[in-house]
């Protein structure tokens, strides 16, 4: 099989404009680089582009050509909060369009073929990072050589993602623009890695980091060095420096639109344009279209109010379903929209049962697939949808979205009826009889309470509140703890918890070539098996192995998925993973499609009025492309003017 990803680019996302027209094409350079370019300080635009630039087609997109110029302000909490400049601007490797293929960004083409085992990536030629150091398939092997194979900045050998059943591939260079990946068995997570909101690292600015590094230095000199900078040792400064993806070191320069210009401590940074990014739109103007992005730090609790008095250019992150009333009542005073894009994870909130908590009595209680069948039967899903949603929501299981096309409406209706008959019958046929106030009675003679420890959201909550009453109609006694997060965590990897509420699945618009990660027990942080995630994320030095039918054959099934030679066979397991979702209740899906309010400043074009909010895949506002927003300066001007 040979696959040229080329072919498949940007049917929905953009128009690749053929080579001979890209280079008869004339580029437009933005006014912000004139005196540098003037000054000779920086090279005129086209001799900063690729040889062939990425030219897109936002008509194709559903998006509209702009013009270069502004800036844009968002909010964020933290000065860590720099790492989302890397999810928003998403340039990457490959990435997700807007029906979630895997399309060409950063590279021109890849070839895969030999069954899913080789991968050849193809470079830009001219192609160059944000200082206008050639970026070629030396920075790829200086990350595989130099890095992934030192044992002091990996100290376990090469990161396990660029490991397939146990193997890892053998890296060749073919030229400067072509590197090739051959893996002994197919490996369908390669490229879904390098697409994602935080990509998997298979390069590093080689011309950057050497100076770091003892192939390139002396050790005794890098010793001194880190001495002086308060370091143990050359490792830590290399690591250091390294964290492309906090984007928090202004030096490391970057294929990103925007690099930042100033480091922590601040309550302000800016990030500039990249002058050597890879893209141009059908008009040769290169993008981004916006000069700099700034990010604001503000208390978290001060995000909300701030966006509602027009403080910020666009918003996301920090805003809650809850402040949309406060967002829609000030949008005309202070000049800007209220976007409600739907949240994409399987379910956004749901009932994590701890499969393996370390309470005997508990454990053996919630391994009754009857339990957890009339715990769900117990929940009326609608009125947690009309109470605090208004609505707006989906009601049911966690699981797809019905965006995906691994969708079926069974999956998400199962045992998610609001149906106390059957369910008091399910705990009757369980033997758990009530007593004289009405409570539930369990195996060792006391009555049947279920503490749900929560992170402490004021959202959570009010969920809880309303299934408390409804589990009472069962005799079960629902008690709400809030905690804090890394307490709530620690208690759930050490199994004293019995219950916790959180989002569902990461992914809910997951297709076939995507693997099952969220469906079986691969991590510490999937709360109802937690032992069983540690098990596997270790190596099994930790946790303990599945003990419970349903870990093990979702496993074997994930293995098997693995091993698919077909999208059909992906297809048909995926479908069989979701269905023992469906049936067995590892956790109990509330509601999704919860609205996430997205502020955008009016005038402020490009970002859809009726999105998806996401991580992965999506990385939020990457998926429509920040690099494509815009001002539209004559609704600008005719706003000013009222």
Request: a negative charge; glycine letters at 8%.
């Amino acid at each position: 099989m040979r696959l040229r990803l080329d072919a498949l680019i940007f049917s929905a996302f953009a128009a690749l404009t053929p080579a001979a027209a890209a280079g008869a094409m004339e580029f437009v350079d933005s006014p912000y680089f004139d005196e540098a370019v003037a000054a000779g300080t920086l090279p005129p635009v086209e001799q900063r582009l690729p040889s062939e630039p990425l030219v897109v087609d936002l008509d194709a997109r559903g998006q509209t050509v702009g013009t270069h110029g502004g800036s844009l302000v968002t909010l964020m909490h933290k000065a860590k909060d720099t790492r989302y400049m890397y999810v928003y601007g998403y340039a990457r490797l490959v990435k997700y369009d807007l029906d979630f293929n895997i399309v060409p960004d950063i590279l021109k083409d890849v070839e895969v073929t030999d069954g899913g085992r080789v991968f050849t990536l193809h470079l830009r030629e001219g192609h160059k990072w944000s200082d206008g150091h050639p970026f070629t398939t030396d920075d790829f092997l200086y990350f595989w050589e130099d890095m992934a194979h030192n044992e002091d900045l990996f100290p376990s050998g090469p990161p396990s993602y660029m490991k397939i059943m146990g193997h890892y591939p053998e890296v060749e260079a073919l030229s400067k623009t072509t590197i090739r990946y051959s893996f002994p068995v197919p490996n369908p997570d390669f490229l879904p890695g390098l697409a994602q909101a935080r990509p998997n690292q298979i390069y590093a600015a080689k011309h950057y980091l050497s100076q770091f590094h003892p192939n390139y230095v002396p050790v005794d000199e890098l010793q001194a060095a880190a001495e002086a900078a308060g370091q143990r040792n050359w490792a830590a400064i290399h690591i250091k420096a390294n964290r492309y993806y906090r984007m928090e070191n202004k030096d490391l320069p970057t294929l990103q639109p925007w690099n930042v210009m100033n480091e922590a401590p601040a309550d302000r940074f800016v990030f500039k344009r990249n002058p050597y990014y890879h893209k141009v739109d059908v008009n040769g103007l290169q993008l981004p279209y916006a000069d700099e992005v700034i990010l604001n730090i503000a208390e978290e609790k001060l995000i909300a109010g701030k966006a509602a008095t027009g403080d910020v250019d666009f918003q996301g992150r920090y805003l809650r379903f809850d402040d949309v009333t406060l967002l829609k009542r000030n949008e005309a005073e202070h000049g800007y929209a209220t976007y409600l894009w739907r949240i994409a994870k399987g379910s956004h909130m749901a009932l994590y049962p701890n499969l393996t908590a370390k309470d005997p009595v508990f454990r053996n209680l919630i391994r009754d697939v009857r339990f957890r069948r009339a715990l769900s039967l117990g929940i009326n899903r609608r009125e947690i949808n009309r109470v605090i949603y208004f609505g707006l929501a989906l009601e049911g299981q966690n699981t797809m979205l019905p965006k995906s096309p691994l969708y079926r409406e069974e999956y998400r209706t199962s045992f998610a009826q609001f149906d106390l008959k059957t369910a008091n019958a399910l705990l009757d046929e369980m033997g758990l009889e009530r007593r004289w106030d009405g409570a539930r009675v369990g195996p060792d003679g006391e009555p049947i309470e279920i503490i749900v420890e929560t992170s402490g959201e004021t959202e959570q909550a009010d969920i809880l509140e309303l299934v408390a009453d409804s589990w009472w109609e069962l005799g079960i006694k629902l008690y709400i703890k809030p905690l804090g997060k890394e307490t709530l965590r620690r208690r759930i990897f050490s199994g004293q918890t019995q219950m916790t509420i959180e989002s569902g699945f990461e992914n809910g618009l997951a297709t076939p070539d995507m693997a099952p990660h969220d469906l079986a027990p691969v991590t510490q942080v999937q709360y109802q098996w937690s032992e069983w995630g540690e098990y596997y994320e270790t190596n099994k030095t930790g946790g303990a192995a599945p003990d419970m039918e349903i870990g093990i054959d979702l496993m074997n099934l994930r293995r098997d998925w693995y091993l698919a030679e077909t999208r059909e066979e992906r297809t048909e397991i995926w479908h069989e993973m979701l269905q023992m979702h469906a049936d067995l209740l590892p956790t109990i899906g509330l509601i999704a499609g919860v609205l996430q309010p997205v502020v955008v400043s009016n005038g402020l074009r490009n970002l859809p009025e009726d999105g998806l909010w996401n991580w992965d895949p999506g990385s939020h506002f990457g998926l429509y492309g920040l690099d494509y927003v815009y001002w539209d300066k004559d609704a600008v001007t005719a706003q000013a003017d009222q």
